[in-house]
T-cell receptor, first 114, second 112 residues
Framework: KAGVTQTPRYLIKTRGQQVTLSCSPI?????VSWYQQTPGQGLQFLFE???????NKGNFPGRFSGRQFSNSRSEMNVSTLELGDSALYLC?????????????FGQGTRLTVV | DQQVKQNSPSLSVQEGRISILNCDYT??????FLWYKKYPAEGPTFLIS?????DKNEDGRFTVFLNKSAKHLSLHIVPSQPGDSAVYFC???????????FGTGTRLTIIP
């Protein structure tokens, strides 16, 4: 069974630009969550999608958005990039069902904003 | 408000000995607790979890203990191996909510 795949692995963008990150979950998993990891803030929850609907949202500004497609693949978009958006962005895949506690993470996308 | 705390940023343990990583939480509504291991520039790898209705869960060299009254959990690794050197994150979640709330991590170094 293939794991969680995130593309691209590395990305360099300029302040003010926008970026789209992609995540393909484990086959059969319907829940995809996104996290931001920075040295200062640790791992912070961005949002979760289940069956193409945003089910949960963290405390991030509206510049951070996402969507999920019918095949459960998800994209995350960050508009008007700021230097502080430089981080490792992680996607997690899970069944999304009650009692299904394990979330499996992808390798992450390292975003650098210059 | 840090709902999940790992107060030890680092820990060094001799190979073959027991490693004990600690985690405290403040939200009594959490239903599950999980431990993840992470290498630099990679995603966290799931290790072991425990339901809030249990006080112990064991999987090979890894055992997690939960003390609900103290809102404290710990991960025991026995025996510790060099490949265990990584950052360990404690995380918590509530039933029906996929959001994981993470601690700040503990860097474990196993000394050969």
């Amino acid at each position: 069974k293939a794991g969680v795949t995130q593309t691209p692995r590395y990305l360099i963008k300029t302040r003010g630009q926008q970026v789209t990150l992609s995540c393909s979950p484990i086959s059969g998993h319907r829940s995809v969550s996104w996290y931001q990891q920075t040295p200062g803030q640790g791992l912070q929850f961005l949002f979760e999608y289940f069956s193409e609907t945003q089910r949960n949202k963290g405390n991030f500004p509206g510049r951070f958005s996402g969507r999920q497609f019918s095949n459960s693949r998800s994209e995350m978009n960050v508009s008007t990039l700021e230097l502080g958006d430089s981080a490792l962005y992680l996607c997690a895949s899970s069944s999304g069902q009650p009692g299904g506690t394990e979330a499996f993470f992808g390798q992450g996308t390292r975003l650098t904003v210059v | 408000d840090q709902q999940v705390k790992q107060n030890s940023p680092s820990l060094s343990v001799q190979e073959g000995r027991i490693s004990i990583l600690n985690c405290d939480y403040t939200n009594s509504m959490f239903d599950y607790f999980l431990w993840y291991k992470k290498y630099p520039a990679e995603g966290p790898t799931f290790l072991i979890s425990i339901s809030s209705i249990k006080d112990k869960n064991e999987d090979g060299r890894f055992t997690v203990f939960l003390n609900k009254s103290a809102k404290h959990l710990s991960l025991h690794i026995v025996p510790s191996q060099p490949g265990d050197s990584a950052v360990y994150f404690c995380a918590a979640m509530s039933e029906g909510n996929e959001k994981l709330t993470f601690g700040t991590g503990t860097r474990l170094t196993i000394i050969p």
